[in-house]
């Protein structure tokens, strides 16, 4: 089976910056889309950055200009760059991955969440 690990989350001062780690485990055929949600206390989960590969990215209108999705295909890990963070950018951030192990329809897996905090 497949397993993600996030990590990278944790305590951050307005204007500063996370990156947040998301590594896939398992026997992997091909990755499809890889991306990051986050769900803040009271509020619906949001797409934050999707990668569908082929370099094709997707940003919310909310982190654009702030975030950045990138991956490593060897490593099979997701990464999201976070810059100049907001005390709303606040949440449990979760990461997925849409992984085929063997060659068909791909499946949706799940990191286990990772808190972001950005306050001073």
């Known amino acids: 089976q497949v397993q993600l690990v996030e990590s990278g989350g944790g305590l951050v001062q307005p204007g500063g910056s996370l990156r947040l780690s998301c590594a896939a485990s398992?026997?992997?055929?091909?990755?499809?889309?890889m991306g990051w949600y986050r769900q803040a206390p009271g509020k619906q989960r949001e797409l934050v950055a999707r990668?569908?590969?082929?370099?094709?990215?997707n940003y919310a209108d909310s982190v654009k200009g702030r975030f950045t999705i990138s991956r490593d295909n060897a490593k099979n890990t997701v990464y999201l760059q976070m810059n100049s963070l907001k005390p709303e950018d606040t949440a449990v951030y979760y990461c997925?991955?849409?992984?085929?192990?063997?060659?068909?329809?791909?499946?949706?897996?799940w990191g286990q969440g990772t808190q972001v905090t950005v306050s001073s």
């Open positions: 990668d569908r590969s082929g370099s094709s990215t």
């Open positions: 398992g026997y992997i055929f091909s990755m499809n889309a």
């Open positions: 997925y991955a849409d992984v085929s192990v063997r060659s068909g329809i791909p499946l949706r897996y």
